[in-house]
């Protein structure tokens, strides 16, 4: 049976539920983070679907999403009710943006999404989420902190990971939708031009952030599921991507 113990959670940018853009990711990566269904990813070119299936098999396992709160089981005392409205209480104090286009990128060995510009307000709903759900997170167990100073960390990536639970927080965080797991050159150069076709429809426009969304891993080793969404529906003054607000197409619901 699944307890708080060994399950884990995120909470993750996840695009509009409605967005055609989310519902595209959704399928390239093969699995609707929601139901768990399996879904198909269509015809790519010159690819057969096992070759697709083994190159999206990683972030297939998270999900679509965005990194804000990397995952983490419960500290001892806490409950998925106790974080559900930490996570509400969140969304409440942060202000709905619209974030630079993004695009597809190749980071490192695989291929991601990225903002096609810096985002302040990307990076500071990030700090807050990282700040002000930790106590709620539990330590990392002396096998996963090993795992994770195994990977070549710089001095600063270590401390945020002792001190934060995971390196790649505050000045260390980038952005990005993960699309592939690890893919040999070739390969990442002829999905870099496949997946950019394919989603070019969906980033074109300024990316709207509205929610963020808590996700679910109930047991080790099973995937990743979206449980929850919360509304960001703090007041907008002084946002530090005043320059790309639009009100209208914030509450709109429309496509990314």
Do not use: N
């Not at 510009?117 to 500071?124: C, K, Y």
């Amino acid at each position: 049976m699944k307890t708080l113990s060994t399950a884990r959670y995120a909470v993750y940018f996840a695009p509009v539920y409605e967005a055609a853009f989310w519902s595209a990711a959704q399928r390239w990566l093969g699995r609707d983070c929601i139901t768990g269904e399996p879904l198909s990813p269509g015809s790519v070119d010159g690819l057969d679907q096992g070759a697709v299936a083994k190159a999206t098999e990683s972030p297939r396992h998270y999900g679509f999403h965005g990194t804000l709160k990397a995952p983490f089981r419960l500290a001892e005392g806490c409950s998925l009710d106790d974080l559900r409205a930490a996570t509400a209480q969140l969304a409440a104090s942060q202000t709905a943006f619209l974030a630079p286009p993004l695009e597809v990128t190749a980071l490192g060995p695989f291929l991601a999404m990225t903002l096609s510009a810096p985002s302040p307000a990307m990076s500071g709903l990030a700090d807050a989420c990282v700040r002000d759900l930790e106590e709620l997170r539990a330590p990392l167990g002396e096998a996963e902190l090993k795992r994770r100073l195994s990977a070549g960390l710089s001095e600063r990536q270590e401390a945020h990971l002792r001190r934060w639970g995971y390196p790649y927080v505050f000045e260390e965080f980038r952005f990005h939708m993960t699309l592939t797991g690890r893919l040999d050159e070739e390969m990442r150069h002829r999905l870099k031009t496949v997946l950019a076709e394919r989603f070019r429809p969906h980033v074109q426009s300024p990316l709207p952030v509205r929610e963020i969304a808590l996700y679910e891993q109930p047991l080790p080793e099973e995937p990743f599921l979206l449980v929850d969404r919360f509304v960001l529906s703090g007041q907008a003054s002084a946002h530090p991507d005043a320059g790309l607000q639009d009100p209208e197409t914030l509450s709109s619901g429309s496509p990314a």
